[in-house]
């Protein structure tokens, strides 16, 4: 609390943390624009019985359950992200940007971003409302006209790019990443309506049973265990020590220290969730659009792949197998044990018993594979967590949200590490 209080007391920290709140309080004004033609009841009830468009709202900061002009949040950035550090394995030129050019490099990486997210916001944006259109058997989009279609494809690619900017404003103050906290943000608003929901469903007309109260007791257990275990896996990492060897340069005297390599256990965060849901939801898109062929063949065979796609059983094992999956491929991208090994040889430096080089890099993908497979089934586990919760339970109100968990831990732990860096950095200035 002391800590708190004297955070408070700089001026310059106080005003920036209440900036950054004006801006996630705009962000959740805007998710609360409405596009006319949709039935919002039938929308929420969708959305409930089905996981992965419920994890779609979750990214969208609730944005999808009040068909906003931000429906589909930050999604499309995230996925020009992930295309462009994919591309910058294959062009060449991307990978020099990335590598060699600095911070007008990264700039304009993010400038490319920026660019590619404006027709991907367009085209989730159709995808998805025609996904709606033909889910579930409800009327949840009416039919559109050709204006009703620009002016809906218009506001929500507007909105998106609006949305984007508030979050690079918020990454300018320095309080945390303005993307996280803005999905941060969204999560942290569903809150008293999940408790809610959660409270009707476990009371009657004389309140909650017994029953219900140890089935109450026992989700919050559950979830402060859960949590813990975010805490646990998001901060656990593997320090490989490294040495550096002295060198004489002139009259100075350089090296000689002994450091460390930290492994992370989850090295890719939420994109690997991210990926498997954008690959589950492609079949069943692309179901749908031929469930109504005329040719008989075709239109039974999308209906028996819609219908796969929808089971919770086989739903839940193929988004635990593609999320591991995606973890490892994510992982070896971000990290690149033959490049970290060269630089450290460039530098001088060794890990002790190791020959720098080819040994090193061997030594080094051995414990990434070993660490990622810890990380890669812990994501899986995060990831199905909902519908274990509720093979339990028997009910879909206590859904304890894996994914919203992990994004939450690990928003705040970033928001405390920058807060405590920039505390530190004062104290030192007083000094």
């Not at 490099?105 to 025609?130: C, E, F, H, S």
């Not at 033909?134 to 039919?143: C, F, I, N, Q």
């Not at 070993?370 to 274990?388: C, D, H, K, S, Y």
Request: avoid cysteine; aromatic fraction near 10%; glycine fraction near 8%.
């Amino acid at each position: 609390m002391s800590r708190l209080a004297q955070l408070w007391k700089v001026r310059d920290l106080r005003n920036r943390i209440i900036i950054v709140a004006l801006l996630l309080v705009a962000t959740r004004i805007l998710a609360h624009i409405p596009i006319p033609g949709i039935e919002l009841t039938n929308l929420r009830s969708l959305l409930n019985s089905n996981q992965l468009l419920g994890l779609f709202d979750i990214f969208s900061g609730g944005g999808l359950s009040n068909f906003s002009i931000i429906m589909l949040g930050v999604g499309p950035y995230i996925t020009a992200t992930i295309i462009i550090q994919l591309l910058t394995i294959i062009v060449p030129k991307l990978a020099e940007l990335q590598k060699e050019g600095g911070e007008a490099g990264r700039a304009k990486l993010n400038q490319y971003m920026r660019v590619l997210t404006v027709p991907l916001t367009a085209i989730q944006a159709y995808g998805t409302i025609v996904l709606l259109s033909r889910s579930g058997g409800l009327s949840v989009v009416a039919d559109f006209t050709a204006f009703q279609w620009f002016v809906s494809l218009l506001s929500i690619t507007t909105g998106t790019m609006i949305l984007l900017w508030l979050g690079e404003m918020i990454s300018e103050f320095k309080i945390g990443n303005g993307v996280s906290l803005i999905i941060f943000a969204g999560i942290v608003a569903r809150i008293p309506a999940v408790v809610q929901q959660g409270y009707v469903s476990l009371s009657d007309a004389s309140g909650i049973s017994p029953t219900n109260l140890v089935t109450l007791l026992s989700y919050l257990i559950l979830g402060l265990i859960v949590i813990s275990g975010v805490v646990m896996i998001t901060e656990a990492q593997r320090n490989i020590p490294v040495s550096y060897a002295k060198r004489v340069r002139g009259n100075k005297m350089y090296g000689g220290v002994n450091t460390h390599l930290p492994l992370r256990v989850n090295q890719a965060g939420v994109i690997p969730i991210i990926f498997a849901i954008s690959i589950l939801l492609f079949p069943g898109l692309i179901a749908n659009f031929f469930s109504g062929a005329k040719t008989e063949l075709v239109a039974n065979i999308a209906t028996a792949i819609n219908n796969f796609f929808q089971n919770q059983t086989y739903n839940s094992i193929m988004y635990f197998v593609l999320v591991v999956a995606f973890t490892y491929f994510y992982t070896a991208i971000v990290f690149n044990p033959d490049e970290i090994s060269d630089n450290i040889q460039k530098q001088g430096g060794f890990i002790p018993g190791l020959r720098p080089g080819s040994q090193t890099a061997d030594f080094l993908y051995k414990v990434l594979n070993r660490i990622t497979l810890v990380g890669a089934l812990f994501l899986g586990l995060i990831a199905v967590l909902p519908n274990i919760v509720q093979i339990f339970t028997h009910t879909q109100a206590l859904t304890l949200g894996g994914t919203g968990l992990l994004i939450v831990v690990s928003v705040v732990i970033e928001i405390m590490k920058q807060v405590q860096a920039q505390m530190v950095m004062r104290d030192y200035e007083d000094f």
